[in-house]
């Protein structure tokens, strides 16, 4: 038995993972839990926003699965998941997106995978305010953390029979810091000629997404242009409520719903958990149990298909709880 650390969110956090801790069992899937309630809920109540026992028990499990967390926009605390992902050095967020033939979306061929540089770009939160009238913003591209996300990419391909990694930039504005992890990519990209690879403009990604997905197969990107992409992705394949991610480093690993905490549907049960049922697949698989992960896909996949017990977000009318009963009557 694995033990692992759960955080349970806020807004639709509680609910979804709930639901996906009940499939996990239902699975026997072959993990423990620790439990904790995180974010501004739980400040609310104890003052603080992470317990400091929950960040005792994941630097103990080193694994994560947590749920949304509720992050004020344009004032308050920072972000709990940068926090997380800078206080582990979880370098690496990986968001597959995949079609389901069961979804009906105009774009039947999507199968790519996004590698999110997580520690760095604009996303260090450095701002200064030069005077009333304005704001600056720093943006931090460095080689050590380009080098491991690209690497992190190219071996990802090899492992996973993948044929093709792309680099998306702004190098032709951004001529110093995109240019450098353009060069950086090209650079490495020659140490593995069995893979193909490419680049691209963001803004002509994001056309070329929206086009012709089946294109795309692995992308290598900064922090900000891979947030932005992922969410474009997820719209490619039904929505946010089906994109899983992983956040890996050297020593942790923390999985995650991409979407966030939803509080204008909370306490509905509406909310549609398969993204952090999927993102705890992608953590069974990180620690080998292959066969779980390929049960629970399996089950998710009937329960699409049949059309039957799906939340709003997919078109239909289930309860959240609905949805995890018929996840586990297939199970």
Request: hydrophobic share 40%.
């Amino acid at each position: 038995m694995k033990t692992i650390t759960v955080f349970k969110g806020d807004g639709i956090g509680p609910e979804i993972t709930d639901a996906v801790i009940d499939i996990l069992k239902a699975a026997n899937a072959p993990l423990d839990y620790e439990f904790f309630n995180v974010g501004a809920a739980e400040y609310e109540r104890h003052g603080a926003l992470i317990p400091e026992e929950a960040f005792h028990s994941f630097e103990k499990t080193h694994l994560l699965l947590k749920s949304p967390i509720t992050t004020p926009i344009g004032k308050g605390f920072r972000s709990l998941n940068v926090t997380l992902r800078n206080k582990y050095d979880l370098y690496a967020n990986i968001r597959p997106a995949k079609s389901n033939s069961a979804i009906k979306t105009p774009f039947p061929n999507v199968d790519l995978v996004t590698f999110r540089e997580n520690t760095e770009d604009l996303y260090i939160g450095v701002e200064y305010k030069m005077n009333d009238d304005t704001v600056h913003a720093i943006k931090l591209i460095t080689r050590k953390a380009s080098e491991r996300i690209i690497h992190a990419a190219f071996k990802y391909a090899l492992s996973h029979g993948r044929h093709k990694v792309t680099c998306v930039h702004k190098a032709n504005i951004l001529k110093m810091s995109d240019g450098f992890f353009l060069d950086i990519f090209r650079n490495i990209a020659k140490e593995y000629p069995q893979i193909e690879s490419d680049d691209k403009i963001v803004d002509n990604t994001c056309m070329q997404l929206v086009m012709h997905p089946e294109n795309f197969d692995i992308i290598v990107t900064p922090n900000l242009y891979g947030d932005i992409l992922s969410d474009l992705t997820s719209g490619l394949i039904g929505g946010l409520g089906l994109l899983p991610s992983m956040n890996i480093g050297k020593d942790f690993a923390m999985f995650e719903a991409v979407h966030g905490s939803a509080p204008d549907i909370a306490g509905k049960h509406i909310a549609n958990p398969t993204a952090l049922l999927w993102s705890a697949c992608m953590l069974l698989e990180y620690i080998g149990e292959n066969n779980t992960a390929a049960a629970i896909r399996s089950a998710v996949d009937t329960v699409l298909a049949e059309n039957k017990m799906l939340t709003p977000d997919l078109g239909g009318t289930a309860t959240t709880e609905q949805y995890r009963d018929a996840v586990i009557a297939c199970l």
